[in-house]
T-cell receptor
Framework: KQEVTQIPAALSVPEGENLVLNCSFT??????LQWFRQDPGKGLTSLLL?????REQTSGRLNASLDKSSGRSTLYIAASQPGDSATYLC????????????FGAGTILRVKS | NAGVTQTPKFQVLKTGQSMTLQCAQD?????MSWYRQDPGMGLRLIHY???????DQGEVPNGYNVSRSTTEDFPLRLLSAAPSQTSVYFC?????????????FGSGTQLSVL
């Protein structure tokens, strides 16, 4: 059974700092890995999706990497801002289609101004 | 486009009551799913659908029923509510873009079962 773990569970950093969020998964037979952002009382917003054949994806100040063989992914946030404060979740999918994701519990990020 | 709309946003039930959580999307997405989110845990898949008339069970389906009579709607029914079903429920829809799948989530329904 696929299990996804995120470390740390919570993180507090001063504004401007670069930071790394970690995600690990137990079964390397994945099709893709996604990083989501969740704001309090709201749904999830997709940030980055990495196919199993890819090593990394970038969007603005965000960079996600994937090491499928070791079962690890990282989300790098450059020059953090208070607006980045949210919960970040990673999720893996074994199927090509169908919405069957296995999620980690998330990392609660607070960026202090 | 409204995206994925969930109703109600909050609900309190007594043990044994039944209710339906509504989910509608106006993006003509094939795929829809229901997740629940509990404190300290990731989202867990309850049921999903790959098209109208087609549904299947996810990781935690017990106590829940779904149907997909139209592309737009994917209601989740609680047959006899239990305190263990206290949770935040999220509906999601998605479409495929080449090899990728784009997911859109509703804002959630917070359910308390007393």
């Amino acid at each position: 059974k696929q299990e996804v773990t995120q470390i740390p569970a919570a993180l507090s950093v001063p504004e401007g700092e670069n930071l790394v969020l970690n995600c690990s998964f137990t079964d390397s037979a994945i099709y893709n890995l996604q990083w989501f952002r969740q704001d309090p009382g709201k749904g999830l917003t997709s940030l980055l999706l990495i196919q199993s054949s890819q090593r990394e994806q970038t969007s603005g100040r965000l960079n996600a990497s994937l090491d499928k063989s070791s079962g690890r992914s990282t989300l790098y946030i450059a020059a953090s801002q208070p607006g980045d404060s949210a919960t970040y979740l990673c999720a893996v999918s074994r199927r090509i289609y169908g919405n069957k994701l296995v999620f980690g519990a998330g990392t609660i990020l607070r960026v202090k101004s | 486009n409204a995206g994925v709309t969930q109703t109600p946003k909050f609900q309190v039930l007594k043990t044994g009551q039944s209710m339906t959580l509504q989910c509608a999307q106006d993006m003509n997405h094939e795929y829809m799913s229901w997740y629940r989110q509990d404190p300290g845990m990731g989202l867990r898949l309850i049921h999903y659908s790959v098209g109208a008339g087609i549904t299947d069970q996810g990781e935690v389906p017990n106590g829940y029923n779904v149907s997909r009579s139209t592309t737009e709607d994917f209601p989740l029914r609680l047959l006899s509510a239990a305190p263990s079903q206290t949770s935040v429920y999220f509906c999601a829809s998605s479409y495929s873009e080449g090899p990728n799948e784009k997911l859109f989530f509703g804002s959630g329904t917070q359910l308390s079962v007393l």
